[in-house]
C-alpha cells in the first residue's frame, strides 16, 4: 500500500524558535496534502489542504503566517511553525492523496509529536 | 458545522469479548464514513470505509454500520484480542462544495484487551 512517512517523529524546541516537519509519499504522487493536529484526547483537527504547485488553503482559525506550507513537489510538504510557543505543543499528522487513486482515499503519516519549552 | 462524537471515550475488555463501538455525527450530508485505528505515537490506519449509500462493511473480525438518516455508525469487533487495544477514530467525509473531500474526526474510543 501507499506510504507516507514523516520527519522528525519528535521534535523539542524552545520557545521562540521555528521547527520544520517534512511529510513524503514514498511510493505514489502526492497531488494533495493534509496537515492535521491532534492535541491530548482531542479528535484530528485539520488545519490546511494543499495541492501540489499552489498555495495552501487553511481552515478557518489556522493562522497562515505562524503555519506555513509549502507543496512544491509531488511527494514533499512541509509544515513550518515559526515562533512556536508551548501552546503549539502538539502531535502533527500529515496525510496524502493522490489524483489517481479513488477520491475518498488518503494515506496518514505516523506523525511528528511538537513540544515546545 | 459537522461534529462526530464517539461513545465511550474508553473501553476495557477481557480478551476473546465481542465489543461494540459507537459514532454519531450531525449532517447526515456524508460522501462516506470510515473508520481508523490509531497505535499510540503512531498515524492512522484505514479500518472500513462505507460509502453513503451502503449499509455496512465487514473486515475479518470486523463488522462496521451506517444507518445516515440517524447519524450512527457501529462498529463491531468479534472475539477481541489483546492485539486489537489501540484507539479507534470514526471520521465523515463532508458532501458539501467547498469541504467536499475533507475528514471530520471524533475524538476517538481507547480500547484495551486484557489479555
Known amino acids: 500500500g501507499a506510504v507516507v512517512s514523516q520527519h522528525p517523529s519528535w521534535v523539542i524546541c524552545k520557545s521562540g524558535t521555528s521547527v520544520k516537519i517534512e511529510c513524503r509519499s514514498l511510493?505514489?504522487?502526492?497531488?494533495?496534502m493534509f496537515w492535521y493536529r491532534q492535541f491530548p484526547k482531542q479528535s484530528l483537527m485539520l488545519m490546511a489542504t494543499?495541492?501540489?504547485?499552489?498555495?495552501?488553503?487553511?481552515e478557518q482559525g489556522v493562522e497562515k503566517d505562524k503555519f506555513l506550507i509549502n507543496h512544491a513537489s509531488l511527494t514533499l510538504s512541509t509544515l513550518t511553525v515559526t515562533s512556536a510557543h508551548p501552546e503549539d505543543s502538539s502531535f502533527y499528522i500529515c496525510?496524502?492523496?493522490?489524483?489517481?487513486?479513488?477520491?475518498?482515499?488518503?494515506?496518514f503519516g505516523p506523525g511528528t509529536r511538537l513540544l515546545v519549552l | 458545522k459537522q461534529e462526530v462524537t464517539q461513545i465511550p471515550a474508553a473501553l476495557s475488555v477481557p480478551e476473546g469479548e465481542n465489543l461494540v463501538l459507537n459514532c454519531s455525527f450531525t449532517?447526515?450530508?456524508?460522501?462516506?464514513l470510515q473508520w481508523f485505528r490509531q497505535d499510540p505515537g503512531k498515524g492512522l490506519t484505514s479500518l472500513l470505509l462505507?460509502?453513503?449509500?451502503?449499509r455496512e462493511q465487514t473486515s475479518g473480525r470486523l463488522n462496521a454500520s451506517l444507518d445516515k438518516s440517524s447519524g450512527r455508525s457501529t462498529l463491531y469487533i468479534a472475539a477481541s484480542q489483546p492485539g486489537d487495544s489501540a484507539t479507534y477514530l470514526c471520521?465523515?467525509?463532508?458532501?458539501?462544495?467547498?469541504?467536499?473531500?475533507?475528514?471530520?474526526f471524533g475524538k476517538g474510543t481507547k480500547l484495551s484487551v486484557k489479555p
Open positions: 496525510s496524502a492523496r493522490d489524483s489517481f487513486i479513488p477520491l475518498w482515499d488518503q494515506y
Open positions: 511510493d505514489f504522487q502526492a497531488t494533495t
Open positions: 449532517d447526515s450530508a456524508i460522501y462516506n
Open positions: 494543499s495541492n501540489e504547485g499552489s498555495k495552501a488553503t487553511y
Open positions: 462505507i460509502q453513503s449509500s451502503q
Open positions: 471520521a465523515v467525509r463532508s458532501n458539501y462544495g467547498g469541504s467536499q473531500g475533507n475528514l471530520i
